[in-house]
């Protein structure tokens, strides 16, 4: 998640969930303390977060960051996500 531009202003105190590991989070510190935003991170999320990431999914709601490689592509797979090349989750299709 990206928000070069800081984030926009809320009417009051925010949560802001981050799952999952990898890219970067870029917020101004004053973005922060002046809108009292709070940031929860979980490396997975619950079970209930991944049945409502379902839904949202299935409804086209959410945008999914996957990078397919063949099973014999599994060494370049490994060399993207030590680079950090990856964006979201790598997946091996058989």
């Not at 809108?35 to 990431?53: C, K, M, Q």
Request: charged letters at 15%; a negative charge; one cysteine or more.
């Amino acid at each position: 998640m990206e928000q070069p531009g800081g984030l926009a202003p809320t009417a009051c105190i925010t949560l802001r969930y981050v799952i999952g590991y990898g890219g970067h989070l870029h917020v101004p510190t004053i973005d922060v303390i002046s809108t009292e935003i709070n940031f929860i991170g979980n490396l997975v999320g619950s079970y209930n977060d991944l049945s409502e990431l379902m839904v949202l999914a299935a409804r086209g709601n959410v945008a999914l960051h996957t990078q397919r490689y063949p099973l014999a592509s599994f060494r370049q797979a490994l060399d993207d996500l030590d680079a950090g090349a990856v964006r979201g989750r790598a997946i091996l299709i058989p």
